[in-house]
């Protein structure tokens, strides 16, 4: 006990001063502190407001101030608008840009040697030469970028600033090297193909003073590294104090990202072959060929006879292709391992075994689109579609493609797996392979967990086979049919104006017949006749081209009944071509055409090439015009109407456009004779317009498509333009033409943005 207070004494005595401070501190602070006496009942005399017996007034109560509120910020948002293109709002880019730094003086020797070796694999070359301020040189070259300074030690830099300005956002890597190397482009795209984008990049091999990369070697620069050394561009003007362009443009890169020069990044080696002054590829090609790695070399230098690129460029080409045959080899003998049947002899196979590789899109514009689809659905396929039920026939497909599936699956997993459910399900039709199918499936294993595959499968097109073609010509004489009604005669009028114009003063081969319409009432002779003036135009056009044999004809019909709009009865088309056709021998072309069309000699032409007798029929989709209000909607001046995206669409409803030889339509016309009666005076038109409830044909092409075995070719024209024209679809007796008629007059009207755009304008107006 005496101890534990010896020692407490012994702490106390060493801190007595600190204690002593402690006291006289606290001594003050009581001293000083003031005292506020105050008796209870004064509380509410001292209280700033009134209050009741029951609460008490906050004083630090919050009070609302709604003057002048709310106030406008003094930094307006800028608004986001977002990229056109997915690639642009993504970062995604080209993958490699070359720049060759020359001379005028090899221009049209070195330079055009690197060009027609490595243009056709890379993404982009050009070319950069010094030329002098006032000199006009005589270079007719694409690809040549000029600088007026020639001084040659700053042509790098200027080399980075003409990138920096034009291409910093297009490309992952840029690769600048000299005129005097050879460039295995193959290699070099491999390289970079295989480097991530995420990492600084400078690649490539060491100049003569082993410390930064040589130019005569070529360097690759990440997109990265060229952005880093946008902000240095001066300081690297600045310091240019070497001759060497290596040690300057090195020192430069260093500077700028502090990344020295490697022959190797992320697993992937740049090697380059030096070679002498005094190289000849006839005395000293095999002896540089059997050093180590020379078949691996990205780059070789210095060759200064433009004649060795090529010869190199063949060697390397043959390096390449013994390497490709190797893998094929390869791939034939694994394919040959894991086929499910055992050939007689290997060489008893067929090549190749396997299909097709997919497509690769060249650009953003011919990417391949995937559809995603469940069992009863397909979600997206077009860009006008949301979602759609599947045809018979897809539904079957995707069946046959799932229970192979499901098959090899459990196969595989020794029945240990069983098939739960679709998850997800999406589809690419590829042109040059086939189909092809992803599959994401749902299993249930024994211990009753659930387990997802993926499956991918491709359904391959048949053999490709050439198919005999009959000799079509550009000479065939058309028979150009147009069905006019008492709403087209103003149309029309105009319509013969432009027909003579650009057929009947050409002498073209087409002779024009108009079908006029008379509904029941009308007069059709005299100067009462509802078409007079028509016909009087007709005789007119006739009897002024009658020495070059071209004239103008009609064809009258009496209709048993009034048709506000003859575009939405298909049966009727019909009916009128039975009445017409009959007229014309066998060998006859045939094309039913459209009043508010711009008639072009290009366009005939393709009807003749694609019109074959006994073989195959043709229909033109048209660019229809969009409402005319809509186009012009806040522009004061007027419009001419093209093929642009603004002005209107490609109308894939419209079948009004066909062309056929007599003998193809008689032909098809008497195999559906006992569904639809054939019409040989005008008063049989009103007993096939009955069955227009019942029989489902939408137009003369696609009587051609279900009831023949002739090829049906239909592709979009764009010297087919059609002026808008309101659409009737009330009086349709036809489900199935009615819903088509609803489709081309709400479709017709405008794109979704000029649309929505008066929806705006009319909603803030009222």
């Known amino acids: 006990m005496g101890s534990v207070i ?38 509410e005399e001292s209280l700033p407001y009134p ?68 243009a056709h694999l890379v993404n982009k070359v050009r070319y950069f030469i010094t030329i002098s301020e006032g000199t006009k040189p005589n270079i007719s070259l694409p690809g040549i970028v000029g600088f007026t300074d020639t001084r040659s030690i700053l042509q790098p830099f200027h080399t980075l600033k003409y990138i920096t300005d034009n291409y910093l956002e297009d490309y992952d890597y840029y690769f600048l090297i000299k005129d005097t190397s050879y460039i295995n482009a193959r290699k070099l795209v491999s390289i970079v193909k295989k480097i991530s984008v995420s990492q600084d ?16 070697g070529g360097i690759l ?37 502090s990344i020295s020069c490697s022959n190797q990044a992320q697993k992937q080696v740049f090697t380059s072959t030096k070679l002498n002054v005094t190289f000849s590829y006839e005395k000293d090609f095999e002896e540089v060929s059997n050093q180590e790695n020379f078949n691996n070399s990205t780059t070789v230098y210095p060759i200064y006879d433009h004649s060795s690129i090529y010869q190199l460029n063949v060697y390397f080409a043959k390096v390449h292709l013994a390497q490709v045959e190797k893998e094929i080899e390869t791939l034939r003998k694994e394919m040959v391992k894991t086929a499910k049947f055992t050939p007689k002899g290997e060489e008893d196979l067929s090549w190749p075994i396997g299909n097709q590789p997919p497509y690769k899109a060249t650009n953003r514009f011919d990417v391949l689109r995937w559809t995603y689809f469940n069992m009863t659905h397909a979600f997206l396929d077009n860009d006008f579609n949301t979602v759609r039920e599947l045809d018979d026939e ?133 100067s009462e006749d509802i078409f007079y003036k028509i016909k009087q135009r007709a005789l007119f056009l006739t009897e002024k081209y009658k020495k070059d044999l071209l004239k103008v004809t009609w064809l009258s019909i009496r209709l048993p009944t009034i048709y506000s709009f003859i575009e939405i009865e298909p049966l009727l088309k019909i009916a009128i071509a039975d009445l017409y056709v009959k007229k014309f021998s066998s060998d006859n072309l045939m094309l039913f055409a459209d009043t508010r069309m711009e008639l072009k000699s290009e366009f005939l032409n393709r009807v003749r090439m694609n019109t074959i007798s006994q073989w195959q029929v043709f229909s033109p989709i048209p ?96 010297a087919l333009k059609l002026k808008y024209r309101d659409l009737n679809c009330i009086g349709t007796r036809n489900n199935i033409t009615l819903d088509t008629c609803i489709k081309q007059r709400n479709l017709q009207l405008g794109t979704r943005s000029q649309l929505t755009r008066l929806i705006f304008d009319y909603k803030e107006r009222h």
């Open 51 to 118: 209050v009741s017996n029951n609460e008490l007034v906050d004083e630090y109560e919050p009070r609302i101030n709604i003057a002048a509120k709310p106030l406008k910020p003094q930094k307006v948002p800028k608004v986001f608008v977002r990229p056109r293109y997915y690639s642009t709002e993504l970062g995604i880019r080209e993958k490699l840009f070359v720049g060759v730094l020359t001379n005028p003086e090899y221009l049209y020797n070195r330079a055009v040697a690197i060009n027609k070796t490595v």
């Open 221 to 257: 620069l990440s997109n990265s590294i060229i952005k880093q050394l946008k902000n240095n561009l001066d300081w690297c003007v600045k310091s240019t104090f070497s001759s060497s362009d290596d040690v300057n443009f090195g020192r430069c890169i260093v500077h700028s990202s």
């Open 6 to 43: 010896n020692i407490l004494f012994s702490h106390c005595r060493s801190n007595i001063y600190m204690i002593i401070g402690m006291c006289i501190g606290l001594s003050i602070s009581l001293l000083f502190a003031p005292i506020e006496i105050n008796d209870c009942s004064d509380v």
């Open 201 to 216: 990049v400078h690649l490539g091999v060491t100049s003569d003073d082993n410390t930064h990369c040589s130019l005569d």
């Open 623 to 718: 660019f229809v015009q969009y409402h005319p209000d809509v186009i012009r909607y806040n522009e004061n001046k007027h419009v001419e109407f093209d093929i642009i995206q603004q002005h209107g669409r490609y109308d894939e409803h419209n079948y009004d456009f066909v062309s056929f030889y007599t003998k193809d339509y008689l032909t098809v016309r008497k195999s559906i004779e006992n569904l639809v009666p054939s019409v040989r005076t005008d008063k049989d038109i009103a007993s096939i317009i009955k069955l227009s409830q019942t029989v489902s044909i939408g137009s003369i092409f696609e009587m051609f498509v279900a009831f023949s075995n002739f090829n049906a070719f239909r592709a979009v024209e764009p």
């Open 394 to 526: 897809e539904k079957e497909d995707i069946v046959e493609i799932l229970n192979k599936s499901i098959e090899d699956i459990v196969k595989d997993s020794n029945g240990l797996l069983k098939f739960k459910s679709l998850v997800n399900g999406y589809w690419k039709f590829d042109a040059s392979r086939g189909l092809d199918y992803i599959l994401d499936l749902s299993f249930i294993s024994e211990s009753g967990k659930e387990v997802e595959k993926r499956i991918e499968i491709c359904k391959p097109l048949g053999k490709v086979e050439i198919l005999p073609v009959p000799y079509v010509t550009e000479n065939s004489r058309i028979n150009m049919i147009l069905i006019i009604d008492s709403q087209k005669i103003e149309e029309t009028l105009k319509f013969l104006a432009y027909y003579a114009d650009t057929c009947m003063n050409k002498k073209d081969k087409i002779m024009l017949t108009m079908v006029l319409l008379y509904n029941p009432g009308y007069l059709s002779k005299g």
